[in-house]
């Protein structure tokens, strides 16, 4: 389980495999910058995101680190559990 999520809340997986993978993005996790997303992630979380109440996400691209090919393995293994 991400570090990001310490107990079982409901929340909605999205995946950034689609768009212009070169076209990169910027956001602000808590006090963190990720400037390594998509361009359409970026797009996407602007428009799901609403003011007035939090929204917990699964992202894989953020959860999972993409330069770990047995993390990304087990991580796409256990998807269908949660």
Partial sequence: MSPWISRRSPYSALSDTW???NQKGLILVGDALFPVITKSLEVALN???PE???LTLWIDALCIDQADGVEK????????QN
């Fill in 19 to 21: 768009g212009d993978l």
């Fill in 47 to 49: 428009h799901l995101t």
């Fill in 52 to 54: 007035d109440k939090p």
């Fill in 73 to 80: 393995t087990e991580q796409v293994q256990q998807m269908h």
